[in-house]
């Protein structure tokens, strides 16, 4: 059950940061209230994932799924560059947090 939580809080992470990206082009009161739920929610499931995972692993793995999800958001989302090199990079931090998955 742990790693289900770990991965809500890092899909909830890619919410916030998604949500900081909305706030700083719409300034509204919704993407602040977004921001906030995300960025709750993420630390909230960490926690609960980090009862039985040893700190290091999830928190690294936490903020690799939250760097992949927010750069392919940017990507997907918001237009940002798709250049060949930066998904070499990201691909890296992927292979990165399956390669602790895989030794935890």
Do not use: C
Request: charged content about 10%.
């Amino acid at each position: 059950m742990s790693w289900l939580y770990l991965t809500l809080a890092g899909v909830f992470e890619m919410m916030g940061v998604i949500m900081i990206n909305s706030l700083h082009k719409n300034k509204n009161w919704q993407s602040f209230v977004f921001m906030l739920a995300g960025f709750g929610a993420s630390f909230a499931f960490l926690a609960l994932a980090m009862e039985t995972l040893p700190m290091g692993t999830a928190y690294a793995i936490w903020t690799g799924i939250g760097t992949v999800g927010g750069a392919i958001a940017g990507m997907l989302l918001f237009g940002e560059s798709r250049d060949w090199k930066r998904i070499v990079f990201i691909t890296m931090v992927l292979g990165a947090a399956i390669g602790l998955k895989v030794v935890s």
